[in-house]
């Protein structure tokens, strides 16, 4: 079984357009999820590099579909945040294409971590997008994002309500809760990857 530790992992190109986007050469992982959700902070804590992925504290830092390769047996990509951003509205328009030129141009999806705040809860946009992707037939788990910010009860009733919100059998697998900054949930997650690309 592959060790992400072990994997040499690079940035591969980071892509404005679909015509962009580099030639698939391994199962992708994607990561999608709503501005400062903490995308590029998991995706470093997966491939555990600090800085593989940029990280900034102003929502919307990614604005451009990035793709790092680990090894060469999987390849994660990361998806511009949805909802609010702190660039142009056209820019934030332009996204949407994007994101939907991704899927829609058969690249070869391993899986789609959909990741949602903790302390925000599921959204209609998270719920839509989970909607949208599993009506699709795309692989889709839910990812509950810096955990270590809010209480248990209250992450409990997060929990319970994700599972109302998403009551189709097969959106109803019990989310991931992660934190970067306690190490939660990173080694389920990793084996999670590792089976997704390598079944």
């Known amino acids: 079984m592959t060790n992400l530790r072990s994997s040499v992992s690079r940035f591969v190109a980071g892509a404005a357009s679909a015509d962009a986007f580099p030639r698939p050469a391994a199962p992708e992982v994607v990561f999608a999820g709503r501005s400062n959700v903490g995308k590029s902070s ?3 804590a997966v491939a555990q590099r600090r800085a593989l992925a940029r990280v900034g504290r102003s929502p919307g830092r ?3 579909v990035n793709f790092f390769d680990l090894g ?3 390849r994660l990509v990361d998806l511009p945040g949805y ?3 702190r660039v142009a509205r056209t820019e ?3 996204w949407k294409p994007l994101v939907e030129g991704y899927f829609a141009g058969g690249r070869p999806v391993a899986l789609v971590l959909l990741l949602v705040d903790s302390r925000r809860g599921l959204g209609e946009a998270d719920a839509g997008l989970f909607a949208w992707l599993a ?3 795309l692989p889709v788990r839910l990812l509950l994002t810096k955990t270590d910010l809010v209480s248990p009860a209250e992450l ?3 929990v319970a309500r994700v599972g109302e919100r998403l009551d189709r059998p097969a959106e109803n697998a019990p989310p991931l809760l992660i934190s970067t900054h306690t190490g939660r949930g990173l080694a389920p997650l990793r084996a999670l990857i ?3 690309v390598q079944p």
């Open 83 to 85: 909802g609010w951003a």
């Open 42 to 44: 998991v995706l470093n």
């Open 194 to 196: 590792r089976a997704a």
């Open 72 to 74: 060469d047996w999987c």
């Open 156 to 158: 409990a009733r997060v």
């Open 92 to 94: 934030r328009q332009s």
């Open 135 to 137: 009506d699709r037939g």
């Open 62 to 64: 990614t604005r451009q």
